[in-house]
């Protein structure tokens, strides 16, 4: 509720400051005629003559001064502390409409050519709503009415019956042409309403799916996740009985390292910084550093060396969701890993810098590599390169995701028997909330 109340405040505050913009255009006019009149009265008498008659002087300079004097106050009192409201703002049409109407009757009245300007606070009302474009119209048409009163010449000169018809139906002209502009101004601002509404409401659709989907990518890259450690788990718990002590001892202590493994993924899902309002918002800082550890462990059996350059310094302001760029990361150890055990002497190189407030990040491993075929498949769902029943095929195809939501990218590198560079780039902010408001 308070929402939609202060949105109405902040459009009746726009609609009066162009409201007050108008009425310093208006005064901007008029002063500019009178000094053209002091400066150059032979230009001021050549324009009289194409829009006769000549204003009253006393009676315009007083309307001039409480329209300085109200634009001021508004400016002071309603607009910068935000008060304006709808009422206020159609308030000061009404008033606009009033001085239009003593100007005109203070420089010839119906006569005057510029009676037309009783579209503009008609035209400006379609800012407030329905309700003050009607009354504006009828207020402005009851003020025409008026200028008849103050040109009694216009039905006392008999010689000029014609220009009083003439005049007459000019009014019925502008009664007929109001009422027909109003009703197609009034329905075009419902249209644009409509379609204000239906676009937050397709916003609002569309805010969901991508909340569904975050949270598919979610649970997916944390199954995914969750295969290898179990996968592996489930081959040493079958050969332990056909083991040595030794062997079984390195065996349950590399059972336990994965069973953390398992804890620690499911640990993530349950964490603030991956919740859907969350995710695409800044968290806490924190610096690539901390994912050490992890990376090395991702890395089981094979050699890992993490290389950070002069730019990542602790404490750094990464201010993406830890979780989620932990997770790319050790899914590119991983497959690095995975690479390099089916090449001996074959090891994994991940380098991080910062530049120009992103971050970059480069895996490198001298493993088995890809062909043109598979690098080209890279990142097509359920498409793996290992062994049956060791891969889903999801982990770089969720990792992509993840960046995308994040606003950064991943490129890959391969030649077979040279090894494979996974390139990462990515924000140090986020650039946009892509979830949540």
């Known amino acids: 509720?308070?929402?939609?109340?202060?949105?109405?405040?902040?459009?009746?505050?726009?609609?009066?400051?162009?409201?007050?913009?108008?009425?310093?255009?208006?005064?901007?006019?008029?002063?500019?005629?009178?000094?053209?009149?002091?400066?150059?009265?032979?230009?001021?008498?050549?324009?009289?003559?194409?829009?006769?008659?000549?204003?009253?002087?006393?009676?315009?300079?007083?309307?001039?001064?409480?329209?300085?004097?109200?634009?001021?106050?508004?400016?002071?009192?309603?607009?910068?502390?935000?008060?304006?409201?709808?009422?206020?703002?159609?308030?000061?049409?009404?008033?606009?409409?009033?001085?239009?109407?003593?100007?005109?009757?203070?420089?010839?009245?119906?006569?005057?050519?510029?009676?037309?300007?009783?579209?503009?606070?008609?035209?400006?009302?379609?800012?407030?709503?329905?309700?003050?474009?009607?009354?504006?119209?009828l207020y402005c048409l009851a003020g025409f009415a008026v200028l008849f009163g103050v040109s009694p010449e216009v039905g006392s000169m008999s010689a000029h019956g014609h220009l009083s018809a003439h005049i007459r139906g000019m009014w019925v002209a502008f009664a007929v042409s109001g009422t027909f502009m109003t009703y197609f101004v009034h329905r075009i601002a419902m249209s644009l309403a409509r379609q204000r509404q239906e676009l937050a409401r397709l916003r609002e659709e569309a805010l969901q799916d991508r909340n569904l989907a975050a949270l598919g990518t979610l649970a997916a890259g944390a199954a995914h996740e969750l295969g290898s450690p179990l996968g592996t788990i489930s081959a040493l718990v079958g050969d332990l009985g056909y083991m040595g002590d030794d062997e079984r001892d390195e065996s349950i202590t590399t059972i336990k390292q994965q069973v953390r493994r398992c804890k620690h993924i499911i640990h993530q899902m349950a964490s603030p910084e991956l919740r859907l309002p969350q995710l695409g918002r800044e968290v806490d800082a924190w610096s690539p550093r901390d994912l050490e550890d992890e990376l090395i462990e991702a890395a089981v059996g094979v050699k890992l060396r993490v290389v950070f350059t002069p730019a990542v310094r602790p404490p750094d302001e990464l201010r993406q969701?830890?979780?989620?760029?932990?997770?790319?990361?050790?899914?590119?150890?991983?497959?690095?890993?995975?690479?390099?055990?089916?090449?001996?002497?074959?090891?994994?190189?991940?380098?991080?810098?910062?530049?120009?407030?992103?971050?970059?990040?480069?895996?490198?491993?001298?493993?088995?590599?890809?062909?043109?075929?598979?690098?080209?498949?890279?990142f097509d769902p359920f498409y793996s390169t290992k062994e049956e029943g060791r891969g889903m095929g999801l982990g770089l195809y969720l990792a992509r995701a993840h960046l995308r939501q994040l606003g950064g990218s991943i490129e890959f590198e391969s030649s077979p028997e040279r090894g494979t560079k996974a390139r990462v780039r990515v924000p140090v902010r986020p650039q946009h909330a892509t979830l949540g408001g």
């Open 1 to 137: 509720m308070m929402s939609h109340v202060a949105a109405a405040r902040s459009s009746a505050n726009i609609a009066l400051r162009t409201f007050v913009f108008a009425r310093w255009v208006l005064l901007g006019l008029i002063a500019l005629g009178w000094s053209v009149q002091l400066l150059h009265p032979p230009t001021w008498v050549k324009i009289i003559n194409w829009f006769p008659p000549p204003p009253e002087p006393r009676g315009t300079g007083a309307v001039m001064v409480v329209l300085i004097a109200l634009n001021l106050a508004t400016q002071r009192w309603i607009l910068k502390p935000g008060k304006a409201t709808a009422n206020i703002a159609g308030a000061h049409l009404m008033v606009d409409a009033t001085a239009l109407t003593a100007l005109l009757a203070l420089s010839g009245g119906v006569s005057n050519p510029f009676t037309t300007m009783f579209f503009v606070p008609i035209t400006l009302a379609t800012q407030i709503s329905p309700r003050w474009m009607w009354t504006l119209a």
């Open 321 to 378: 969701p830890r979780e989620v760029i932990g997770q790319i990361l050790r899914e590119l150890v991983s497959n690095a890993a995975e690479a390099c055990r089916k090449r001996p002497g074959a090891d994994v190189v991940i380098r991080f810098d910062i530049l120009d407030d992103e971050v970059y990040v480069e895996v490198v491993d001298t493993g088995v590599g890809m062909d043109e075929g598979a690098l080209a498949r890279v």
